[in-house]
């Protein structure tokens, strides 16, 4: 399974982003889907994220009430909704999904990582 991210770029503070995120090939079914942010040097931080089944999305404290998260089932593609950007929300950005695939064998895919820069 392949992931293809998209939608990063530049953006003033206080500016908005949308990313996307494609899953492609075999999926019998997806239980997690996630965004993670990474500045170099750092760890990689789970910024939002959810269970298939598993109630409502989750955020990571810092982006609580600006980010969302959401997904079109039918084209296997997740969305990073991001309003009232700051320079602190400069990252790389990577989409995680977990499934299975036919056979019920589990897969845990990454996307490619898109920059997304904050500054005036």
């Known amino acids: 399974v392949q992931l293809q991210a998209s939608g990063g770029g530049l953006v003033q503070p206080g500016g908005s982003l949308r990313l996307s995120c494609a899953a492609s090939g075999n999926i019998v079914s997806i239980n997690f889907m996630a965004w993670y942010r990474q500045i170099p040097g750092k760890q990689r931080e789970l910024v939002a994220w959810?269970?298939?089944?598993?109630?409502?999305?989750k955020y990571a404290d810092s982006v609580k009430g600006r980010f969302t998260i959401s997904r079109d089932n039918a084209k296997n593609t997740m969305f990073l909704q991001m309003n009232s950007l700051k320079p602190e929300d400069t990252a790389v950005y990577y989409c995680n999904v977990k499934g299975i695939t036919p056979g019920l064998y589990p897969f845990d895919s990454w996307g490619q990582g898109t920059q997304v820069t904050v500054s005036s």
């Open positions: 959810f269970t298939i089944g598993g109630g409502t999305p």
